[in-house]
């Protein structure tokens, strides 16, 4: 059995992909040869050192493969044995990874960033709508003011408010309010902060576990 850290695994995980990758784009396994010469036509070696190359390379790629494997099953049932702790809860790490990339929208996770989807939702919407009640209030102000303006005359003194408060009960009756019942504002900021702390939490505690949990090889 060999002992090692699941940061160590990690990244000898990912230096055998390469490796594994490198070796097979390398590898020779067919060539061709004439009955009159000695050596196959590509490697420029005789047919036996050819065979004992191609050989050789098929059972290193192999032996790579079942080493990645290994360490990658090891890996994986140390995620969903170790648990670590978030302010919003205790989950193993395989949990919090699949959440922190779940988050983040990556690999089989794309699309699937529903909070940060949801407050842009929220942020749209609510920048929507107060552009379109400001526009519709400056459209009511200009209008009350043509009111006003008929009533009194651009160059009238007359002193009488009463015109004015049919007016003015108008432009409180037709004024574009926002419809907020969620405090939109209050909401994107709380979204913002669970997301942001929950992330940092998770990276950090996945990072600590990695660190600090043993596998066995």
């Given at each position: 059995m060999e002992k090692m850290l699941v940061t160590q695994a990690l990244d000898?995980?990912?230096l055998l992909v390469k490796k594994i990758r490198d070796k097979i784009s390398k590898a020779g396994f067919v060539d061709t040869v004439k009955p009159n010469?000695?050596?196959v036509f590509d490697a420029r070696v005789t047919r036996e050192e050819f065979a004992?190359?191609?050989q050789s390379a098929y059972q290193q790629i192999l032996d790579l493969i079942e080493r990645f494997q290994k360490i990658d099953a090891a890996i994986v049932a140390s995620n969903?044995?170790?648990r670590i702790k978030t302010s919003y809860g205790e989950m193993t790490v395989a949990a919090a990874i699949s959440l922190r990339s779940r988050m983040k929208g990556t690999g089989s996770y794309e699309n699937s960033d529903f909070e940060l989807a949801l407050s842009s939702?929220?942020?749209?919407e609510y920048d929507?709508?107060?552009s379109l009640a400001d526009t519709k209030n400056k459209q009511?102000?200009?209008?009350?003011?043509n009111m006003r303006l008929s009533i009194l005359g651009k160059d009238s003194k007359v002193k009488d408010e009463k015109p004015l408060e049919v007016v003015e009960a108008y432009v409180r009756e037709n004024t574009t309010e926002l419809v907020d019942p969620l405090d939109v504002q209050k909401k994107i900021a709380q979204l913002k902060e669970k997301r942001d702390t929950l992330l940092s939490e998770l990276d950090t505690q996945i990072k600590v576990s990695n660190a600090t949990t043993f596998i066995e090889i």
């Open positions: 000898e995980r990912d010469e000695e050596k004992k190359s191609a969903a044995a170790t939702r929220l942020s749209f929507r709508r107060v009511l102000q200009a209008t009350a003011e």
